[in-house]
Structures are given as C-alpha cells and as structure tokens.
C-alpha cells in the first residue's frame, strides 16, 4: 500500500504562480509513474501530467509550458510547478500513484487551486 498526501493549494491570482506537493509513504519503492489531475466544479476528473521512475514528464496540452513535474526519490515527494495560472486551472488536484508489478492504483485526498481573475 502506498499512502499519499498532497499539499501546497490555494488561491492566487491569474498569471500567478503556486507548487503542489504529493508526499508518499508505505511501499514506495514499488511505484512506477506518479501523475497529477485535476477536476473543476461540475466536470470530470482530467490528466494534468505525468512523471515516470526515470524522471520521463508528459504534459496535457492545456498545461504544457506552464506546469512542470518533478519528483524528488530521496524525499518520496512529487511537486507540480504551475506558473501562469488561469482562471480556468481551478479545481481540486489529485495526486496518483500505480504500484507494480499488480498496477494498483492509489489516490490522494486532494488540494483546491482557486485561481481568480
């Protein structure tokens, strides 16, 4: 089992910047990717992006430029680095992470991103 906690949301001013932190705990020497989404009120939960064990990033389109994914091994932390923040990067933001060699699949509990205009 693989616990995560995100950390690091709040509210911020269009064009502003704001860095998401996922803490992991328990069998992390098992996860391969770990990767951000989000969901805005009223819509469905969407991919913002992707970091392998190898440090490989992908980004949604809607994001790219603007976000970067990083992971810090030694620390058992992701970050998500938003710069340039919309109004329309509201939401809440969750942490995954997939454990091998069963695929499972782990959540965090989520951090709101406000971004007003």
């Known amino acids: 089992q693989v616990q995560l906690v995100e950390s690091g949301g709040g509210l911020v001013q269009a064009g502003g910047s704001l860095r998401l932190s996922c803490a992991a705990s328990?069998?992390?020497?098992?996860?391969?990717?770990m990767q951000w989404y989000r969901q805005a009120p009223g819509k469905q939960r969407e991919w913002v992006a992707t970091i392998t064990k190898h440090g490989g990033a992908y980004y949604a389109d809607s994001v790219k430029g603007r976000f970067t994914i990083s992971r810090d091994n030694t620390k058992n932390t992701m970050y998500l680095q938003m710069n340039s923040l919309k109004p329309e990067d509201t939401g809440v933001y969750y942490c995954?992470?997939?454990?091998?060699?069963?695929?499972?699949?782990?959540w965090g509990q989520g951090t709101q991103v406000t971004v007003s205009s």
């Open positions: 995954f992470s997939r454990l091998q060699p069963l695929l499972t699949a782990y």
């Open positions: 328990g069998n992390v020497f098992s996860i391969d990717i």
